[in-house]
């Protein structure tokens, strides 16, 4: 089997839908109207896509509260210092500062608007 999708519940998902597109470069590969707004998002491969929704049904769950530790969402990055800035300017906030480990790989995690993790990832050598 392969991985469709993961899904995270959010206050608005529609605007957080806009924010990814416009500032992580995914795509809207299927949307929604109520009750949820579901936006499903692909990344350039096509073969990966998370789905941000809003289900009244379901406890809003405090991102900001959680440890990124716990869940996040890793992106590739060829540029961590940059996109970090980058993303901080188009209203993410920091979680902590670059990391570099000694096997090479470049990390940094912010928050988006909504307080959900984002992990920029840039491997020293790739995953797979």
């Not at 289900?55 to 509260?65: S, V």
């Not at 990055?77 to 993410?92: F, I, K, W, Y």
């Not at 902590?96 to 608007?113: F, M, Q, S, Y």
Request: cysteine-free; glycine content about 8%; aromatic content about 8%.
């Amino acid at each position: 089997m392969d991985i469709e999708h993961i899904g995270y519940q959010v206050k608005d998902p529609v605007a957080a839908a806009a924010w990814y597109v416009r500032h992580l470069g995914l795509r809207v590969v299927r949307s929604f109207g109520a009750p949820a707004f579901a936006q499903f998002l692909a990344d350039s491969s096509g073969h990966v896509m998370i789905e941000i929704y809003n289900n009244p049904a379901a406890a809003m769950p405090d991102y900001r509260a959680m440890s990124p530790l716990v869940l996040h969402l890793a992106l590739e990055s060829s540029d961590v210092e940059g996109d970090r800035a980058r993303l901080l300017a188009a209203g993410a906030t920091p979680e902590g500062e670059i990391t570099r480990a000694p096997n090479g790989d470049v990390l940094a995690i912010v928050r988006d608007p909504w307080g959900f993790p984002v992990q920029l990832a840039m491997r020293g050598t790739p995953m797979i």
